[in-house]
């Protein structure tokens, strides 16, 4: 089974900042298939990307997401009040897992 | 508009059975993988497993095969979780979710239901 690891566990940051997420595999992720999902608190999670890089329907530039075997980040340029939440990483290159998400919170 | 729409909240006791559900609607129910998802208590998602209700092929994660099963009925749109016997470790909140695929191979889920929350308590 994959492992994910994403890190930092917490980011503390401003609105307007920059935010870098990282999501780190216990082994190649086949294809890029790396998606990353965002959840507020009392939603359910909402797909942000797929393909390790595919922004999905209706998600905003500023979310942008790169890597590929075993590293991968997500960036949000500009933080907006909404962003504030929780990301998970997901990889379905092998099966299906779940990284254990990071929080942005507001600083 | 496509969408999932899971049961309502249960409250249960240890030992007891339990199914619940979820419908889907404005899509083509059949040609879409769907995954269940378990999130404990301010705790992180966790896949649970997988059907594809065109053929009703089955998937599990190691962690949660023999624990519970997953079923879908294609003439009503609706898959299915259920238990035989809840533990207090089951409660939980549990999404379904659409995943993008084929027959032979599932990706990502692009479509989430709201959940249904499990409480299990004596």
């Known amino acids: 089974e994959i492992v994910l690891t994403q890190s930092p566990g917490t980011l503390s940051l401003s609105p307007g900042e920059r935010a870098t997420l990282s999501c780190r595999a216990s082994?190649?992720?086949?294809?890029?298939?790396l998606a990353w999902y965002q959840q507020k608190p009392g939603q359910a999670p909402r797909l942000l990307i797929y393909?390790?890089?595919s922004r999905a329907t209706g998600i905003p530039d500023r979310f942008s997401a790169s890597g590929s075997g075993t590293d991968f980040t997500l960036t949000i340029s500009r933080l907006e009040p909404e962003d504030f939440a929780v990301y998970y990483c997901q990889q379905y290159g092998s099966s299906l897992t779940f990284g254990g998400g990071t929080k942005v919170e507001i600083k | 508009e496509v969408q999932l729409v899971q049961s309502g909240a249960e409250v249960k006791k240890p030992g007891e059975s339990l199914k619940i559900s979820c419908k889907g609607s404005g899509y083509s129910f059949t040609t879409y993988w769907i995954g269940w998802v378990r999130q404990m208590p301010g705790k992180g998602l966790e896949w649970m497993g997988i059907?594809?209700?065109?053929?009703?092929?089955?998937r599990y994660s190691p962690s949660f095969q023999g624990q519970v099963t997953i079923s879908a009925d294609k003439s009503i749109s609706t898959a299915y979780l259920q238990w035989s016997s809840l533990k207090a470790s089951d409660t939980a909140m549990y999404y379904c979710a659409r995943v993008v695929g084929t027959a032979m191979i599932y990706y990502y889920m692009d479509v989430w239901g709201k959940g249904t929350t499990v409480t299990v308590s004596s």
């Open positions: 082994q190649s992720v086949r294809s890029s298939y």
């Open positions: 393909g390790a890089s």
């Open positions: 059907i594809y209700p065109g053929d009703s092929d089955t």
